[in-house]
């Protein structure tokens, strides 16, 4: 269970410093969204799978779609040759790797160690849905406001706008 712990350490340590380090958003993003799935592991092997299972879905789920939605929706101007140039099989041959040794490594863990860990009392869906409305609803709705605001702000910096000259700028530019 060590090297398997190391191995996930690895891959997160090592996506999350391209994810820093990469100049491509999309790229970084999804270096991220392998770091968080490294993550995921790490809480499965440690004794926390209702943890794991949120990190996948809320995390490299839910909230890196949204950004990948967003930086695409952002870069809709983006030259031909830009997007052949950042679309390259060599680009993706890290990520493919690390993402292999991920999968085999999850893989590995659901069979080992699946039938091993048995939490102490499962989580009912309907328990945990009647406290994020009811304990916890007040940080639910801010959480889907601040969603909406990135949404709505994001349209409103992607959306193109007609350029208007003044005259005697088109003036200008038309005689040079």
């Known amino acids: 269970m060590n090297l398997i712990f190391y191995i996930a350490a690895g891959i997160a340590v090592v996506s999350t410093i391209m994810a820093i380090t990469r100049h491509n958003a999309i790229h970084a993003l ?3 969204i392998l770091s ?3 993550v995921s592991v790490i809480f499965y092997l440690i004794g926390a799978p209702l943890v794991a299972a949120f990190e996948v879905l809320v995390y490299a789920g839910a909230i890196m779609v949204l950004f990948i939605f967003v930086v695409m929706m952002l870069n809709v101007g983006m030259e031909k040759q830009v997007e052949k140039s950042l679309i390259r099989p060599s680009t993706w041959i890290f990520p493919g790797i690390l993402s292999a040794i991920l999968f085999g490594v999850f893989i ?3 069979r080992a ?3 091993e860990q048995a939490s102490p009392a499962p989580i009912d869906p309907k328990q945990v849905g009647i406290t994020l409305f009811t304990k916890y609803m007040l940080a639910v709705e801010i959480a889907a406001m601040l969603l909406l605001v990135g949404i709505v702000g994001s349209y409103h910096l992607g959306k193109q706008r007609k350029k208007i ?3 005697f700028l088109k003036r200008t530019t038309e005689k040079t």
């Open 30 to 32: 999804m270096y991220l």
């Open 36 to 38: 968080l799935l490294s």
């Open 113 to 115: 160690f699946g039938s």
């Open 165 to 167: 000259f003044h005259r």
């Open 108 to 110: 590995y863990v659901l």
